[in-house]
């Protein structure tokens, strides 16, 4: 297998299913939807083979570069990017007496500390592969700070939005890894409106959620690495935390490839869009069996990521959900508070609040029966715990007064 192989035919409105040309400047398609990178996976299926990813030395999700859309290794922007564990669940589940594995993927070990590198990484090294050079986006925090880095370290300019009560942390990151950064008195798709309107007045390019095409290829590289991880076998259910989409839409996208390179042992998983209840209008639209998403108004939740109103690829996350029969549930700020405890006292794991918003609809799932205790689970940790406030520790001790050793 030559690493520098490229199976790329073009790209399709989702949609439609409109043909776009590779190799040129995309956005979204004429129908204002998701473009999706297509893959000559007949020629795929002769010349590559599982064998050949197992003995691949590329580094991170690199290793499955033939499936990924970048030309040549000098346009690859890279900081490191690792496989990320798993890590089985033991005592926070022994109470529900369930008899299979419950895994947390843990995406808080990429670059910038959450899985937005994955998509960040591609879309900047295709930027550079198009020659682009200001890029700009609107974020929650973790995706402007996979952007900034990403962006900086291939030597273009970014510009980054982020609403005004973002988690100060993750402000503070974007900027010192090089962007622009501007607060905005609104909520993502508010400054997702400033950079729309930027693009013909400054001329940076787009790389909102879904709104250009590499994104998603490289969030899909998910649903590769738990599918080689696990040997093959897919988990029966995934849990994802779901807020524009990209991850879910593009496991699925990765799962359908590899169903078609013939390369998955046992049946698809059924997909799970978790989302908070304070912010869930792909729950409201799967809910009464609609495809399209309306804006949710008054958006209001502590797990920053998944607080998206609107989802431009809304009718995709409803799709793989339904395609692979799975659902979508809510859980409240106090259940995704009370699920990040129980995992950190009990397994020595600090999700974030997204990822404790899958423990907290796996918990929910099991006890409605939409999940059965026989069936495996994998829940995705999209972020280190680090980048949220925890609460205060109080405890104090005066080294110059006797210190009561009996209350330890
Ligand atoms: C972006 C983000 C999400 C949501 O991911 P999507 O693929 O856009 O739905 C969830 N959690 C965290 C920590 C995020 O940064």
């Known amino acids: 297998m030559a690493n520098s192989e490229n199976f790329v035919t073009h790209l399709e409105c989702s949609l439609t299913g409109k043909k776009y040309e590779k190799n040129k400047i995309h956005g979204l ?56 564990p798993l890590i089985e669940l033991d005592s926070s589940i022994k109470k529900f007496d369930v008899n299979a594995s419950v895994m947390v993927k843990d995406e808080g070990l990429l670059p910038t500390s959450s899985f937005k590198a994955r998509g960040l990484a591609l879309a900047v090294s295709m930027a550079k592969q198009l020659k682009l050079k200001h890029l700009a986006i609107p974020t929650n925090g973790n995706a402007g700070a996979a952007l900034a880095a990403y962006a900086s370290r291939a030597g273009m300019k970014s510009t980054v939005f982020c609403p005004d009560d973002t988690p100060e942390i993750n402000i503070r990151e974007i900027e010192r890894l090089g962007a622009e950064t501007f607060m905005v008195n609104g909520l993502i798709n508010e400054c997702g409106k400033i950079v729309l309107e930027g693009k013909e007045k400054v001329g940076w390019f787009d790389v909102s959620t879904l709104k250009e095409p590499y994104r998603i290829e490289g969030k899909k590289t998910m649903g590769l690495e738990l599918a080689e991880q696990l040997n093959w076998r897919l988990p029966d259910v995934i849990f994802y935390p779901t807020g524009g989409g990209t991850g879910l839409i593009g496991m699925w996208k990765a799962f359908s490839e590899l169903l078609e390179l013939g ?15 304070g912010c869930a209008p792909i729950y409201k639209a799967w809910n009464e069996g609609k495809e399209f998403a309306p804006l949710w108004n008054n958006a209001k939740t502590i797990a920053s990521g998944i607080r998206v109103p609107i989802a431009v690829g809304d009718f995709l996350i409803i799709r793989a959900v339904n395609e692979s029969n799975g659902f979508s549930i809510t859980v409240s700020d106090d259940e995704i508070v009370k699920a990040r405890d129980e995992i950190s006292i009990s397994e020595g794991a600090l999700l974030c609040p997204e990822g404790a918003a899958t423990f907290a609809a796996y918990k929910k799932s099991l006890s409605s029966n939409l999940v059965s205790k026989d069936e495996s689970a994998v829940l995705f940790n999209c972020a280190t715990g680090l980048k949220y406030q925890l609460p205060e520790v109080t405890n104090f001790i005066n080294k110059n007064d006797p210190i009561n050793y009996s209350r330890f």
């Open 29 to 84: 398609s004429e129908e204002g939807k998701p473009l999706l990178v297509r893959y000559d996976l007949e020629t795929m299926k002769k010349v590559i083979s599982r064998d050949d990813v197992a003995n691949s030395n590329e580094p991170g999700f690199w290793r499955y570069s033939f499936m990924l859309p970048v030309e040549k290794k000098e346009d690859r922007v890279s900081l490191g990017e690792v496989i990320t």
């Open 263 to 277: 390369w998955i042992e046992n049946k698809m998983p059924r997909m799970v869009a978790v989302q908070a209840e």
